[in-house]
Structure formats: structure tokens, C-alpha cells
């Protein structure tokens, strides 16, 4: 079908706008110039009587951000020398973040409808210019055409990608990584990174590894060859041959233009497995989070796959394994797809979707180095984030209490979950549920398996249990004091964790005093906490493990405290508070009451920590682990 024209106006970006104008009747084309002068002074570098043909609009790129510019047109073909239109202004948008330059080939400046084009890719464009905050300019060339840039026909692909790609040293590649971590997603994903080397280097795309700081410049020329000076990090062509829509929605049977084109953008930015070669046989960053089952990587073509960035816990989208296909695209469903995710490796004609912050795209993406803009506290305003705790539920008063507290101004959105099945250990807790208490006391929530309430919402959290017999409450809280309680159904007992996430760190409150009480036992029931310091700024914080002055028969006598890093090494760990930064603590105000409680005040850079509470001499009781965020 033909495709359909652009509409007048599209939002500017931060790199670049639509220039357009009314026809001149009798003109056979037009000549444009930019200034960032209403006297054109001067003239933007290629836009002096630049020459874009017959048509009434043209994407103008590779601009500054927050520059308010100026254009006139000159149209040609009237048989006399024509006069300059009016001049006419737009402003690209301010602030810092990712820009995305795009450049067009002449298989779209020459098109038809070249304007429907250019505006379906700057639209794609400012979309993911909206979404991340890295200070990095990718440029990627824009072809409409049946062929890849190097002549090799497309046949069946709707779009493809090139791109250029760097190998680096396993262990460098890491540490700039992990170093790189400001969102939630980074720090979970980070904390389950291998222990080891896998293979002997990373292999991240030109823009990926300028998103974690390497100097990994653009390499590629137009035809698709890699060397010094290529000006291009990657090109995306869209297959001319396929039934493509450049507007929306799309009818059933053309494919979304946009769609594919975020597709192809992804994998420039740097998505994509080394299975199905490319890189040999060392890692693509997306291999890092390729799992089979909670506990077990998976990095093979047969079986199944998943990504994951919680140790393989929650299985957020599953990975095609169909060598018709990409490595590092999603397992697709059959058309038409309940899941029509952009990465999805079969698309369907009729249906689309984009990239957002939550999408299993913009999570990959924010765990190989991408920051996601509204995940990231400003400066200053680190915060501590989701917390877990993992301990023995029994009954009674030995069952699993987390307790939280939401201080600021606005309410938030949180998830809370009772986990069991999945959890890679012996004697865990088959059947957990969930309740959520308020300051009051009050259920004001309860779950048992986690599908038979919000399934659609938890699914698109990313943070679905793996298990349907594990709970979860999804709700906007207001500031306060809440308490979750994970016990086993018809009285089951066995390990079990308790977690919260803050889905939302842009409003103004945040999650502080979080807490954890339930029963210590020896060896692998123990009490395991864990917390993330979430943003960009080391921040105070203070862990206590409470026991004899809890007002509950069998607490613990003598609690003992260690608190570890993201990668276990233990930091500090303390018996009885009082033998160790004695004054510190008492200076916080919250100092334990008990002399044979444990504390420890350490100042913590944005990452995972871990404590645990054991009993000294292995003794067992009731006790409560706790981690402040100290102002």
C-alpha cells in the first residue's frame, strides 16, 4: 500500500528538528539554509543552499542541544531567480543525555516520500533520547532499501543493522561496568555478574562501550566496511521491498516501521548474543544475563533460555532459540502476539510496540551500561533501594516480617514478594504467602500465588515471580510505615525471602529504615539480608541486628553482624556494638539498647550489600536485622 505522509509538526530532539514549508507552485525543487543567526551570519556546517529537492520538509540533524535555529528556503525551477521564503525558527530540546544523530542515505532523501520516513525515525529517535541519561552521541546512518550497504540482497528481514564492535579484556570490561551502576536494575544485575571469566574478553558495540566510558569511536563507512575513520557506529536499513507503514497503527498486513526501526536501534546500541557467531566465541554484554534456571547460566543454543537479572530468579523474557533468527532477540510467540516486544525476533505484520523504560529492551539495555533517565537519583540524593531477606519461616511468631518505611511527600510504587519455589537451596518454602500491613496494623493487601491477582501488572514490572505458587503485591503507597508477612500456606514451613522493590525513584519520597525479623538458625538458616544503595553519591548507612531487647519469646541472646559487598567480600563485622565505633553509633541516635546487639556504620558507593545475622556460638532465637539511611 502507499505509504502515507508525515504530520506537519514533529517534536523537535535534542540533536535535531522538521524543517517544512508550503509548496511554491511551478518549483522543481528547493535550496535550505540553517543559522543559528535570525540574520544568517553565519550558516550551520552542510546547510548553505544545501539542495533537498522536491519535497516540503527535511529532518535537519547533527545539532546542538537546547539551540534555537533559524531557516529559509529558496525554491528553484521558476525560470527567474527566486526569493528566500520568510524565515522560520524551531529549538532543539534541552538538557543533557544520550543523542542519537541520524543521518540519511539517498535511498530516502530521494524517496517519495522521504518526509514519512525521516519522521518515523526521529520519532523512534527522541523516544529513546527520552529514556537515557548518558552523555554519548551515536551516530547511525538511515538506509530504505532492498540490499545491506555492502550490496548483499536482505531477502527476508523486514530490517538489519550493522555495526562496529570492540573487544575488551574480560576483567577491564567488568569493572568499568559495575563502576558504571546508578539504577536499581544495575545494581541487581551486578550482583550476580560471574565470579570468574567466561571467556577472555567482553565484545560490547562502539556505543555500548562509550556508554560505560571506553574510547570505542564510530568505525563503519556507508558501504558497510569498518576502519579509522568510519563516521558511523552502525546503519539501519529498512527493507524497501516489505510491506512497511510509516504511520500508525498499522493495517494487518504491513509491518510497523517503527517498530523494526527501534529494533535494529537496539542492537547498534549494543544487544545481541555471540551465539550465531560475530564475535567468535567471546561474550556479547548481553550474555551475561542469559539463564536456563534460577542459579544456572545458560550460554547454548539448545535448551532454553532466559533473561535475567536476579541470579536467574525472575524470568523476564525468554530468548529465541530458533536459528532462523537472532541469538539475542526474544522467543516469539505465534502471530498475533500477546507479547509484541520490540526485540522480539519474529515480528508481526498489524501489530506494535515500542521500547520503554520497564520493556525487557529498556532493562537490557540499562544493565550493559544505558542509564535509564527516570531511574537515577540526581546528585546528592542517593537512597537506599529494594531490600531482601531470606530466613526460615516457621509459625507463629517465627514466620517472616519485613518492615519498610516510605518518608517524603508523594506516594510510590512498590512491588513485594514472598519467595520460595525458586530459591536453589534445600527445605525452601513450597507455598508462600503474602501480606502487606500498614502502620496501623491493617491488611490492606494479600496474595497467595501471585497470577490470581494483577497478573498483567506484574508481568510488566519485570519483576514476576518465576514460580506460580509464590506471591506478590504490587500497590502505590503513600509515605508511612508498612509491614509484609511471608508465612506458608496450611502451615508449611521452609526458607523463604521477602522483598521490596521501589518501582519508581523520580517522585519525591523514597524508601528508608528498612527491616527484617524472623528466626536464626545455623547454616543456611541464617538471617540473610540484603539492601541496594541506589544513585550516584556515597550515602551513611547503619545496619543493626537486634535481638534480646525484641518484646517476643526465643529471641536472640547474642546477635552477630557481618556486612559483605556485591561480591561477598566481607567489609566489617561486629558481636556487641559497643566494641566498635562506640561514639559513631551513639551519635546516630538509633544506637541498639542492648549491649550484646550488633551494629556497623559504614559510608557505601552505589551497589548491592549483603548482611548476615548469625548467633554467637551458633545459638538460635528470634532476631531482627535493620539499615538505615542516614541524612
Not at 500508525?248 to 555471540?274: K, M, Q, W
Not at 562506640?582 to 556497623?600: Q, R, V, Y
Request: charged fraction near 15%; aromatic fraction near 8%.
Amino acid at each position: 500500500m502507499p505509504l502515507a505522509l508525515p504530520p506537519l509538526k514533529i517534536a523537535p530532539t535534542r540533536s535535531s528538528f522538521l524543517a517544512h514549508w508550503p509548496a511554491v507552485p511551478g518549483a522543481t525543487g528547493y535550496l535550505i539554509d540553517i543559522s543559528t543567526s535570525p540574520r544568517f551570519d553565519t550558516y550551520v556546517p552542510g546547510y548553505d543552499q544545501l539542495d533537498v529537492g522536491k519535497v516540503t520538509s527535511r529532518i535537519i540533524t547533527h545539532l546542538r542541544p537546547g539551540t534555537r535555529y533559524y531557516y529559509r528556503i529558496v525554491p528553484y525551477g521558476l525560470g527567474a531567480a527566486a526569493a528566500s521564503s520568510e524565515v522560520m525558527t524551531e529549538a532543539t530540546t534541552t538538557g543533557g543525555g544520550l543523542v542519537i544523530d541520524p543521518t540519511f542515505d539517498s535511498s530516502i532523501t530521494s524517496n517519495a516520500n522521504a518526509a514519512a520516513i525521516e519522521s518515523t525515525i526521529n520519532a523512534a529517535i527522541a523516544l529513546y533520547q527520552s529514556l537515557f541519561a548518558d552523555p554519548i552521541t551515536v551516530e547511525i546512518l538511515y538506509r530504505y532499501a532492498t540490499t545491506r550497504p555492502d550490496g548483499t540482497p536482505i531477502q527476508d528481514s523486514v530490517a538489519v543493522s550493522d555495526f562496529v564492535v570492540y573487544s575488551i579484556p574480560w576483567s577491564t570490561y567488568l569493572s568499568s561496568l559495575e563502576a558504571d551502576a546508578k539504577t536499581t536494575n544495575d545494581a541487581s544485575a551486578n550482583a550476580n555478574l560471574p565470579t570468574l571469566p567466561v571467556t577472555n574478553d567482553l565484545v560490547p558495540s562502539g556505543a555500548g562501550g562509550r556508554a560505560i566510558g571506553f574510547d570505542t569511536p564510530p568505525a563503519m563507512f556507508a558501504n558497510g566496511s569498518v576502519g579509522d575513520g568510519g563516521p558511523y557506529d552502525g546503519i539501519v536499513t529498512l527493507n524497501s521491498a516489505d510491506a512497511i507503514q510509516f504511520t500508525r497503527p498499522p493495517a494487518a498486513g504491513n509491518y510497523d516501521a517503527r517498530r523494526f526501526t527501534e529494533h535494529e536501534i537496539d542492537e547498534v546500541l549494543g544487544l545481541g548474543s555471540y551465539l550465531g557467531g560475530g564475535s567468535g566465541s567471546d561474550f556479547r554484554p548481553q550474555d551475561l544475563f542469559s539463564w536456563s534456571a534460577p542459579g544456572t547460566r545458560s550460554h547454548s543454543a539448545v535448551g532454553t533460555r532466559y533473561f535475567s537479572i536476579d541470579n536467574g530468579n525472575t524470568d523476564i523474557v525468554g530468548f529465541n532459540q530458533d536459528s532462523n533468527g537472532d541469538f539475542g532477540d526474544w522467543l516469539s510467540e505465534p502471530c498475533p502476539q500477546t507479547h509484541p516486544y520490540v526485540q522480539n525476533a519474529f515480528g508481526c505484520a498489524g501489530q506494535l510496540s515500542d521500547i520503554s523504560a520497564t520493556s525487557p529492551e529498556g532493562i537490557n539495555l540499562d544493565v550493559v551500561g544505558y542509564d535509564l533517565s527516570a531511574a537515577i537519583p540526581p546528585p546528592g540524593a542517593s537512597v537506599l533501594g529494594n531490600v531482601s531477606t531470606r530466613v526460615l519461616v516457621q509459625t507463629g511468631d517465627e514466620v517472616l516480617i519485613g518492615g519498610f518505611i516510605i518518608s517524603g511527600t508523594q506516594p510510590k510504587q512498590v512491588i513485594v514478594r514472598g519467595i520460595g519455589p525458586s530459591i536453589s537451596l534445600p527445605g525452601v518454602l513450597a507455598d508462600p504467602m503474602l501480606e502487606l500491613h500498614d502502620s496501623s496494623g491493617a491488611i490492606i493487601a494479600t496474595n497467595d500465588n501471585w497470577r490470581t491477582d494483577q497478573e498483567q501488572e506484574i508481568l510488566a514490572s519485570g519483576l514476576a515471580p518465576t514460580n506460580d505458587n509464590e506471591s506478590a503485591i504490587l500497590m502505590t503507597l503513600d509515605p508511612g510505615a508498612y509491614t509484609a508477612i511471608v508465612s506458608g500456606a496450611n502451615g508449611g514451613t521452609g526458607i523463604a525471602l521477602v522483598e521490596v522493590y521501589d518501582l519508581d525513584q523520580t517522585v519525591d519520597s523514597k524508601l528508608g529504615n528498612i527491616s527484617t525479623r524472623g528466626i536464626v538458625q545455623t547454616q543456611d538458616n541464617v538471617l540473610i539480608g540484603g539492601f541496594i544503595v541506589l544513585g550516584q553519591d556515597p550515602i551513611s548507612v547503619l545496619v543493626r541486628a537486634l535481638g534480646p531487647s525484641l518484646p517476643v519469646a526465643g529471641s536472640l541472646a547474642d546477635p552477630t553482624l557481618e556486612l559483605h559487598d556485591a561480591n561477598g567480600a566481607l567489609l566489617f563485622s561486629n558481636d556487641n556494638w559497643k566494641s566498635d565505633q562506640e561514639a559513631a553509633i551513639t551519635a546516630t541516635g538509633i544506637a541498639p539498647t542492648n549491649d550484646l546487639e550488633s551494629a556497623i556504620l559504614m559510608t557505601l558507593a552505589p551497589s548491592s550489600y549483603t548482611a548476615i545475622v548469625r548467633g554467637a556460638g551458633n545459638a538460635t532465637g528470634i532476631a531482627l536485622f535493620e539499615a538505615y539511611a542516614l541524612e
